[in-house]
């Protein structure tokens, strides 16, 4: 592959930039496709490897478009495209919307699950989504003909599509009121949930994210995006691929196993091209502050990040601080940290921090906040102790949103009062492709989405405790899982952060019993046994909860494609012993 030097430009001098005040992707394209900015795809050493402005988008998309309709595809038909961070996907996914046709992203695989575990997660989601095709590179297309091996579908790889015959067929791109795409969940492989978004709620969010929330409109709209953040996920693909489009960002990317392998390339590559946003999820800065030591590089110059985004799982404080402190020499404002909310059933951002401030944390006393009460502690504490936890706010609804939080009676809560997050907004989800029933347990009577997680308000602003589900109750206590982990990794030196997960298991007795799962990286049984006893320890200190410390090999706890934690996935593995326990001594490992 060869090496290039210049990236596309920053602005574009003949192209009065617009933030996504379009009624389609397609309009949103073609204007973008007007002007000098794009795509820049770059390897793991930091070398520009590919470059796609958004005229050879258009232009190859639309080319891409008619040969899709000449395998006699029908309007709104679905077609799964494998959604590698890759100059294929880009030009695919326009293509579906020129063609009229219904973009299923699908993800890439992970050393999560393995290979049976991929093919029955694209499995379920082509045979869900009705798929007619599917596009995905060589290397994956053993993975895709296993997965459909029963179904009536055409595998392509994108070489093959660009040999299809361009059909005489006048394009008639998706229109403003149909749909733009179908985002599934990631939470699970077995129901997976489509998710349809529409293109007015796709346009609505980018906008509104951009305007109210980054409030574009007040720095010229000249922005630069880099990004790390799979497409699959919709982060990633809404946040860091569609909005920039929509805004005609030129976006600057770094393949999301490159930044597993040298995370310091996301940082280099902000200041090598300027970016001012940039998006990730708190485990992304932590690992950085944790690699913070190697940077050797005293030129590197963070002062153009403006907007340094963080969703898409629980915010956790100290991380931010930690990645603060470190990188406040190299010109990083903590002014910068912008958390935010939202959910892919909202299409993406439901609310979002100020951009100008600092973030707002609200340490309040666990055992209150347990009971549903979020008092403020008396202790003067940033950090979690036994008796605070400390929380961060993800900031106001975006103009025109609405955020309430609820009693299981529907009732509105008070602020400062524990419920469940319910949101109006003008970019919800449509439903779920074809489940009238899970749709309808999200969808509430009124119009309102009930999102699963659990929150308070306090002073106008969001703050999230966890996900409804994810909730342990031991003899009438409400336990939040997160609280176990964070203690775990936080007062363990050897442990990192995700190395955990904590759930609740039905013993012989039918009572429920505290599980934690740890990965450790040692094979010494001397310094496992210490490790389990540690976990231990740290736990009942600091939560008052007896739990079973079970020890796992690495890489051994599934997470999403969004990189969650899937502590639904963990507890089933761990009980039907896909997950395997280490032993010690001749003795499942266990405090």
Known sequence: MNVLNTPTPTTSSNLPPRLADFKTLAEAMDYAAQGDTGFNFYDV???LIDILPYKEIRTKAQQQAQQLLGLGLKRGDRVGIVADMEPYFLTTFFACQYAGLMAVPLPVITGLGGRHGYEQQLE???TTSEAKVAIGPEDLQSHLSEATKSMEIKLLTPEMLDTLAIADIALAPLQADEESHIQFSSGSTRHPKGIIISQSA??????MIMVDALKGNEFGCVERVASWLPFYHDMGLIGCMLTPICCQFSVDLLHTDSFARQPLQWLKLIARNK???????????????????????DTLDLSSWRVAGIGGEMVHAQPLSDFARAFAPYGFKSSAFTPSYGLAEATLAISFSDVDKDVMTDAVDKNSLLAGDAIPTTEDSSVDSAETRVLVSCGTPLKGYKVEIRAEDESILPERKVGRVCASTPSLMTGYFHDAEATAESMLPDGWLDTGDMGYMVDGQLVLTGRKKDMIIINGRNIWPQDMEWHAEQNIDILRSRDTAAFA????????EPVMLV?????DADKQSQLAKDVHAAVIKNTGVDCRVVLVPQRSLPYTTSGKLSRAKAKKAYLEGTIKPLQIAGEESAA
């Open 519 to 523: 990965q450790t990286r040692t094979m």
């Open 202 to 207: 796709m346009l609505n969010n980018a906008h």
């Open 45 to 47: 050493r930091g070398n």
């Open 124 to 126: 379920k989601v082509l």
């Open 505 to 512: 298991v039905e013993t012989e007795t039918g009572k429920e």
């Open 275 to 297: 970016a001012t946003i940039s998006f990730g999820p708190t485990f992304g800065y932590e690992i950085c502050a944790r690699r913070a030591s190697r940077l050797k590089d």
